[in-house]
């Protein structure tokens, strides 16, 4: 072939596979801190979103809740029209 015994690696060779070997093991960790990144941007928008989601739930309990009472306002408003007196739940619960 080329002169030289099986399995022999000459000096150049060995340059140019630990060049590639280098270059290889870059990549590798470039992609493995990209993915490490992404992980902690997903985290943290997760996180995020989890924050946002309560925050609705809690905005529509309380919208829930002021309509509740604002019914019942009106509720009694139109008893009283009606020249009914309407009991508490106290009073009523009392008797």
Request: charged fraction near 50%; proline fraction near 2%; avoid cysteine.
């Amino acid at each position: 072939m080329d002169d030289q015994p099986a399995g022999t690696v000459t000096l150049e060779d060995r340059a140019e596979a630990q060049k590639r070997l280098d270059a290889s093991t870059k990549r590798g960790q470039d992609r493995a801190e990209r993915v490490r990144t992404h992980e902690k941007r997903e985290k943290k928008r997760r996180k995020q979103r989890e924050i946002e989601r309560k925050n609705r739930e809690a905005k529509a309990a309380r919208k829930a809740e002021h309509e509740r009472v604002q019914r019942e306002i009106a509720r009694k408003a139109a008893l009283l029209t009606q020249g009914i007196v309407p009991e508490s739940r106290a009073e009523r619960n009392a008797v």
